[in-house]
């Protein structure tokens, strides 16, 4: 007899499916036998300006000590962060991008029976690390694309432990102000942990926008988690962090690896943090290209979700698969959401101006070919 390995694992593993990652470049160029060069990705929200050379000259710096461990503790990245943000380092949790601090605080508060509230169309990180470690996800049903925190907050009972909360929400880039945010920690019981995951914090702009983090001497239930692999532009090296009381993160720690940001990713993320022209400029290129994305939206008469993120969710009809591999096939790879319950729409990051260029002409064509079949099939 064979041994069904599947079945021996834990019951929340078996019944999951993996997180489905945008299609790298390389792949698909061993694909279509493209050159790799010719290809433009806008499917994982990465910055398209590059990383800082501030961060690339502190990586150079960091290479000399790649046969040490790195500070377990990460006192210079907690230096840096504590001096731009105005927290204390003791409230700091480094992760291995902020998925990892994402699951650590799961981990940490949650486990088989309790329940894990989240919204409908929320980032597919919540979904899967609740289902993982055992426990019950509640997907509250979203109000026009984004978090009904009326809803969120009135499903909340004796069972819940923790609340995700995705400010802006990725992949619907909805956005809830601050007004919003408070009166929905107002209703949520001091014994209930509530993260609020800023990942595109950065791009915001504007009246009402929330920084999490002036919030947390208010509601000690409260956790911020923080990336560096968007605005900041160090996706590929793996840094993220959480901020909450001394308490939360004292728990944190104790099940978090021991090294689990390496010295090359925290040196540069120690670096990037310095350089405010990098991000003031990955801002600009985000808002020009969001302007650029949806006027060429408007004129193909396609709907979008409007996007606080860097990115934008738009909805190319029920053919959307069909699209999506025509993109491909044109060398442009986007993300279809069918996964997150959006089989109409797809998610194209905000890139440069002339790689939105190539995304807009493509999809055009692509457009075209569906409905030259539409009518050919009719
Ligand atoms: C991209 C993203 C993250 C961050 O992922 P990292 O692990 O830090 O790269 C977290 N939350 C949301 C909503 C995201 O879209």
């Known amino acids: 007899m064979q041994t069904d390995f599947e079945s021996l694992a834990v019951k929340g593993v078996q019944a999951l499916s993996p997180y ?14 493209l050159d790799p060069a010719s290809i433009v990705k806008l499917a994982s929200n990465e ?51 902020s998925n990892d601090v994402l699951e650590v605080i799961t981990r940490c508060f949650a486990a088989p029976g309790d329940q894990v ?72 019981p001091a014994r209930v942990l509530v993260v609020l995951d800023e990942a595109y914090c950065e791009y915001l702009q504007g009246g009402d926008v929330l920084d999490g983090l002036s919030l947390l001497d208010r509601y000690p239930n409260l956790i911020v988690t923080r990336t560096f692999s968007k605005a900041w532009g160090l996706a590929s090296l ?18 978090r690896q021991p090294f689990n940001v390496d ?37 193909m008469n396609l709907a979008y979700i409007p996007s606080a993120g860097n990115f934008i969710s738009v909805d190319v009809g029920d053919q959307a698969a069909q699209i999506n591999q025509s993109l491909l096939a044109q060398g442009v790879i986007v993300r279809p959401i069918g996964g997150y319950g959006l089989p109409r729409h797809l998610r194209v990051s905000i890139g440069l101006a002339e790689e939105n260029q190539r995304f807009i002409e493509a999809l055009a064509r692509a457009l075209k070919k569906v409905d030259v079949t539409d009518r050919a099939g009719a």
Do not use: W
């Open 263 to 299: 010295s090359i990713a925290m040196a540069a993320a120690t670096a990037v943090l310095g350089d405010e022209d990098y991000l003031r400029r990955s801002c600009e290129i985000n808002a020009k290209g969001m302007v650029q994305l949806e006027s060429a939206f408007r004129e």
């Open 47 to 97: 910055n398209p300006l590059g990383p800082s050379p501030k961060a690339l000259s502190a990586v150079q710096d960091a290479l000399a000590d790649l046969c040490r461990y790195p500070d377990g503790n990460g006192y210079n990245l907690k230096q840096a962060l504590s001096g731009r943000y105005g927290i204390r380092p003791e409230q700091i949790t480094l992760g291995n991008g």
């Open 238 to 255: 793996r840094v993220g962090y959480s901020v909450s009381s001394p308490e939360i993160a004292n728990v944190l720690n104790r099940v």
């Open 20 to 33: 489905q990652p945008g299609k790298p470049i390389d792949e698909l160029a061993r694909e279509l036998g």
């Open 117 to 188: 509230v989240f919204s409908q169309y929320a980032f597919a990180v919540y979904p899967l690390v609740t289902q993982a470690i055992g426990a019950t996800g509640v997907a509250v049903p979203a109000k026009d694309y984004g978090h009904d925190l009326e809803a969120m907050a009135s499903a909340i009972n004796e069972r819940t432990r923790l609340v995700f909360v995705a400010n802006p929400n990725n992949p619907t880039g909805t956005v809830h102000g601050a007004g919003a945010i408070e009166a929905f920690l107002d209703r949520v």
